[in-house]
T-cell receptor, first 114, second 112 residues
Framework: DAKTTQPPSMDCAEGRAANLPCNHS???????VYWYRQIHSQGPQYIIH???NNETNEMASLIITEDRKSSTLILPHATLRDTAVYYC???????????????FGSGTQLTVLP | DGGITQSPKYLFRKEGQNVTLSCEQN?????MYWYRQDPGQGLRLIYY???????QKGDIAEGYSVSREKKESFPLTVTSAQKNPTAFYLC???????????FGPGTRLTVT
């Protein structure tokens, strides 16, 4: 799995967009970008993933640069409940019949301020 | 509601005792995982199972054991051989070919 670099912490005002960056300059052609988050003392939660096109779901948007060396997770209207550690993971998706572990780095602590 | 349950949420044990952590899922997922998380750190894989009656060691399996007798259940035993058992233990599951893992709420084990 490719190495990722994220800022250790960020603040965001409630109701504003939170933009969380991730650098993955060694990403290879078949590796996807995944985002999870972990609220304090809870299990991690899957957010979104993508290969090279921008992706959007009910939780967030994922913007991947054209060279795929970095990406940004966007929470369009952050709420206090979005305060969590956000993890960017780059990896090859599962092949048929196999199971794979997730390797989390240290992530970004996002604090949404009232 | 479908999901993953872990029990108990907090567990206290004396050093030298074995303890079993429960993980149950009703998502009909094939694969299940056990991770350990220490304060301020990411996840480390202990064991995983792709199908019933099969499981594989992860990066830090020493001092742990698992069983997978039913698709829904993947209990983890922390044995007395585990040198630093105090940690937050997370169970996850995924559909065999899917990459999104769904996590339980975790069990915080304290051994004194």
């Amino acid at each position: 799995d490719a190495k990722t670099t994220q800022p250790p912490s960020m603040d965001c005002a409630e109701g504003r967009a939170a933009n969380l960056p991730c650098n993955h300059s060694t990403i290879s052609g078949n590796e996807y970008v995944y985002w999870y988050r972990q609220i304090h003392s809870q299990g991690p939660q899957y957010i979104i993933h993508g290969l090279k096109n921008n992706e959007t779901n009910e939780m967030a948007s994922l913007i991947i640069t054209e060279d795929r060396k970095s990406s940004t997770l966007i929470l369009p209207h952050a709420t206090l409940r979005d305060t969590a550690v956000y993890y960017c993971i780059v990896r090859v998706p599962l092949s048929s019949g196999s199971a794979r572990q997730l390797t989390f780095g240290s992530g970004t602590q996002l604090t949404v301020l009232p | 509601d479908g999901g993953i349950t872990q029990s108990p949420k907090y567990l206290f044990r004396k050093e030298g005792q074995n303890v079993t952590l429960s993980c149950e899922q009703n998502l009909n997922h094939d694969a299940m995982y056990w991770y350990r998380q220490d304060p301020g750190q990411g996840l480390r894989l202990i064991y995983y199972s792709q199908i019933v009656n099969d499981f594989q060691k992860g990066d830090i399996a020493e001092g742990y054991s698992v069983s997978r007798e039913k698709k829904e259940s993947f209990p983890l035993t922390v044995t007395s051989a585990q040198k630093n058992p105090t940690a937050f233990y997370l169970c996850a599951s995924s559909i065999g070919r899917a990459d999104e893992q769904y996590f339980g709420p975790g069990t915080r084990l304290t051994v004194t």
